[in-house]
C-alpha cells in the first residue's frame, strides 16, 4: 500500500488521480490533500479518502467546511504551511498537480525527505531545473514525470543507454488555433482560447496550449528531467494527439508510445512504476484511429514557443522570467484585460527588462520571481499590431 500526498487535488491533474486511486483501493492511498479555495470539492473529497492531513492556500477555506470533517484531521493554511505539510506528512509519494510556481516548495520538501515525485507540475523544473535535478540527486528522489509527452519519453527510455539517444520529438496538438493565421488571432476571446479540440485540463493549462507556451515549458522541463542538451530537442504538431512523444535513437530507429488522450494514463504509471496496472479507460484501436500526421509548428504564429526555446537557450534566470510573466500575463488574458496576441507581448518585454543571471541560487529564483510578477502586472499595453 502505497501512500499518497497529493498536491492540488481540485484540478483536472488532481482529480484524475483520484480516479485512479479509486481503482486500486488496495494499492494506494490518500494521505494527504491540498486545495486553494475550493470547499465543497475538498470536503467531498475528505469524506471519501479520509485523509489525515489536509492543507488549504486561503484559510477561509475552512469556515465553510463541516467542522465534524475536520475532526481527526491535521490542517494546515497558506504556501508556507502546503510547504510544511509536504515536509512533516507520512507519504510515499508525492503528485505534484498544483499549477504555476507555487508548486516549487513543497515539491523541495519532498524531495528532501526521498520520496518519489510523480511530477505534473511542471514549472518546478522550468524555472530551477538544475537545483532539483542536483537535489534529487543528494536525496535520492526519484522524478517521475505525469505530463504525457514527458511521460511518453520517460516510457521510451525505459532500458535505453543515454548515449544511444539522438533526439526526443514532443508532439503537441496545436490546440484551438492550429488551422488559424495569426491575423486570425487579433480577437480571440477567451471562450475560444478554452475551446481544446483534445484535451480537458484546468484554464491556466488551456490557455497556455492555446499559445503553445505549455509546449515551450516542457521543451524547457524535458531539457532537465532528461539531462539532454537543448540542441536534442524538437517539437512536431500531431493534432490527432494519440502519439504523445517519441525518442529517436543514433542507429536512425524511433520509438514512440501511444494511447487515446486521457491523462489517468501516465498518472497511472507515474504511481505505480516499474509495475504496469490494468485499466480499463484507456481503449485505442489503431483501425479507428486511421491517420497520423505530423508537421512543424509555426514559430511567426506561436511567439510562445519561440521565447521559450529563447529562455532555455539562455538559460539561468530566463526559464523564471519567461514562467513567471505568462502566469501574470494569462491571468490578464482571463480577465479581459489583454488580449490574446498581448500574451507573447507582454511576455517577451520582461524578457528584455531583466539581467540574466547564470548559475542562481533558489533565492535568487524565488527573489526574480516576485519581481518579474510585479514588471508583469504593472505592465501597460502599447502599440501591441503596429
Sequence with gaps: MKKIFLLGS??????????????????????????????????????????????????????????????????????????????????DILVTAL????GLKPTIEGIKRGKRIALANKETL???GEIIKNLCNTYNSELIPVDSEHSAIFQCLTGENSNAIKKLILTASGGPFLNRSRE????????????????????????????????GLEVIEARWLFELGKDKIEVVIHPQSIIHSLVEFIDGSIKAQLSMPDMKLPIQYALSYPERLPADFVETSLSRIKNLTFFEPDFNKFTCLKLAF????????MPCILNASNEIAVEKFLNKEIPFLGIPEVIDSALNNFENESNPDLESIIECNTKVREFTRNYNMKDIYS
Design 10 to 91: 481540485s484540478g483536472s491533474i488532481g482529480q484524475s488521480t483520484l480516479d485512479v486511486v479509486r481503482q486500486f483501493p488496495d494499492k494506494f492511498k490518500i494521505e494527504a490533500l491540498t486545495v486553494n479555495r475550493n470547499f465543497s470539492v475538498l470536503q467531498s473529497q475528505i469524506r471519501e479518502f479520509q485523509p489525515k492531513i489536509i492543507a488549504v492556500g486561503d484559510k477561509k477555506v475552512l469556515n465553510k467546511i463541516d467542522s465534524e470533517l475536520l475532526k481527526n484531521v491535521e490542517v494546515y493554511t497558506g504556501d508556507e504551511g502546503i510547504a510544511r505539510a509536504a515536509k512533516d506528512a507520512d507519504y
Design 99 to 102: 499549477v504555476g510556481f507555487a
Design 126 to 128: 522550468v524555472v530551477a
Design 184 to 215: 486570425d488571432l487579433v480577437n480571440v476571446s477567451v471562450e475560444d482560447a478554452l475551446n481544446h479540440p483534445n484535451w480537458d485540463m484546468g484554464n491556466k493549462i488551456t490557455i497556455d496550449s492555446a499559445t503553445m507556451m505549455n509546449k
Design 310 to 317: 529563447h529562455a532555455m537557450d539562455a538559460g539561468g534566470l
